[in-house]
């Protein structure tokens, strides 16, 4: 049995973050799924691995960790010899990529999440249906955010610098699924964030992350 255990769902985005990061790195891994749709995330035994209920939880050993940033950037830390190099050693190119890592988190992620609830779980999952305002307000956010985008990728390959980071890497579960949507026209629309978005998903430890995904909801169906 393998060492490491990722308790989510192959369909959450920030489940999806955790696998990327094994998948970069070589690693093999356990996914204990977690189902969602009936609550399980919110009882026991779950919630001893993660008292806020949200998946992932995450083993290594004696190590449990949850909140799925953290847990990549202990992958990436502690198989730094492994796999793809996920982080600088720098401390200013760390700081860089450390920087566009917390832009993804508090300027990417929510308005692409609440646009992601609105126009593909609401409507697929749960037969609600989107509120527009909503949509618009986060489209909105979004467009400001992909502008700033737009500028640094004029300046750098890649968010945090020259190569694929965790900076990179974190966007990649949120924007799989806004490309699915409407919102793909912003990416569109910008022609650096449109060619970054190709690059970073089709990497091979990506692509698996989707084949995963796309099991997981053949066999929920």
């Known amino acids: ?21 094994l998948n970069e790195k070589g690693l093999d891994f356990e996914l204990v799924p977690v189902d969602m749709r009936t609550g399980e995330h919110k009882k026991e035994p779950f919630i001893s691995l993660n008292p806020f209920g949200q998946v992932p939880a995450f083993e290594d050993g004696d190590l449990k960790l949850f909140e799925s940033r953290a847990i ?72 400001k955010v992909l502008d700033v985008y737009e500028k640094r990728l004029s300046e750098s390959k890649y968010l945090g610098g020259d190569r694929f980071t965790l900076a990179d890497l974190h966007h990649l579960p949120t924007a799989e699924y806004l490309l699915l949507t409407s919102v ?23 692509v698996q992350v989707i084949a995963l995904r796309n099991q997981a909801l053949g066999q929920s169906n």
């Open 1 to 21: 049995m393998a060492p490491i255990k990722v308790y989510g769902s192959a369909y959450s985005t920030a489940t999806m973050r955790v696998i990327a990061a």
């Open 72 to 143: 990549t950037n202990y992958i990436a830390k502690q198989y730094a010899n492994q796999g793809t190099d996920l982080v600088y050693t720098d401390p200013k190119e760390q700081a860089i990529e450390s920087l566009w890592s917390e832009v993804e988190a508090h300027h990417f992620d929510p308005a692409g999440s609440k646009l992601n609830w609105e126009l593909a779980v609401k409507p697929r999952m749960f037969g609600s249906e989107t509120d527009q305002a909503v949509v618009e307000e986060n489209e909105a956010k979004l467009a």
């Open 184 to 206: 793909k026209k912003l990416f569109d629309a910008r022609p650096r964030v449109s060619a970054w978005l190709a690059d970073i998903t089709a990497r091979p430890a990506w």
